[in-house]
């Protein structure tokens, strides 16, 4: 396989570098022209426009910010220039319907078309541990799953186009829901008087256990690794949290769902996205719980 790698940010830069150490032909582009000289510096093949990187693939992966992003970049130039029968993975969290457009662009340009967002972080990233939900055909799906083997330690199919970024948007919205739980847990433990490590031994291994609380812990401590233990550096930023909730706003809205906790979590971090904030890991919102009311 040939594999062009474009978008070279904090998930891309890693997960193109473990596709190279694996033993693949990768050529990586990014924008910004730091994120290449990183990836550069690091033995990769770059190129100087994602239309070079893709002239010779016969896989293009992206990882994006969000839809926009995709789909611009699938008009303005990569489908017309790579190979007939490209297989265009878009690793992005982007909107359903967005993923169902780029499949459809690709489609008629005479490519193949999978969306394979990703959980796991900046750490699954690097780690290789990341899992892909992935929505395309099962033809299609068949010879990416050994490249998502390399990226990730659990591979899921989902369903057809779209399905991958459907499973994404149902877990973020879960997370957030959590995170939020977790905040308020902790707010309220400490409001009681409670060390927070006592909380973190009872509820990170009784019933009220979850990433949230076990691995992302929302207070400084008790998971020295965790965001919250650094400043609340990412992780995971809140404004990537704010996007996806507004997703699952459109994806609650859309199917008439009763989802008001979901509905909720997107109100609490849009409220929270502001100023500082947006670079924040999403645990950070536990600062929203701490006063006293
Ligand atoms: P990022 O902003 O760090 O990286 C995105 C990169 O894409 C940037 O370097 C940007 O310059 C580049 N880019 C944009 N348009 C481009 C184009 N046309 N050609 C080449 N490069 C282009 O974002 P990230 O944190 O790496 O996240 C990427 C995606 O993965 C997002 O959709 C995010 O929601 C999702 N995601 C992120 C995490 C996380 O923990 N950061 C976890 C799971 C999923």
Known sequence: MRIAFLGLGNMGSHMARNLAAAGYHVTCYDVVQQAVDATAQDGLATAVSGVEAVRDANVVITMFPAGEHVLAAYRDGLLEAAPDDTLFIDCSTIAIEDAVEAARLATEAGHRALDAPVSGGTVG????????????????????????????????????????QAVKVVNNMVLAINTIGAAEAFSLGAHLGLDPQVLYDVMS?????????????????????????????????????????????????????????????????????????????FSAIIETKQKKG
Not at 218 to 238: C, H, I, K, L
């Open 205 to 281: 291994s009784s019933a009220a256990q979850s990433w949230s609380i076990s691995t992302n812990c929302p207070v400084p401590g008790p998971v020295p690794g965790s965001p919250a233990s650094n400043d609340y550096r990412p992780g995971f930023a809140t404004a990537l949290m704010a996007k996806d909730l507004g997703f699952a706003k459109a994806a609650i809205e859309s199917t008439g769902t009763p989802a008001s906790f979901g509905m909720a979590a997107y109100e609490a971090y849009t409220e929270f996205n502001t100023g500082d904030n947006v670079s924040k890991d």
């Open 125 to 164: 990233a690097e780690q290789g541990t990341l899992t892909f939900m992935v929505g395309g055909s099962a033809e299609n799906f068949k010879p990416a799953k050994s490249l998502f083997d390399v990226m990730g330690r659990k591979v899921v199919h989902a369903g057809e186009t779209g399905s991958g």
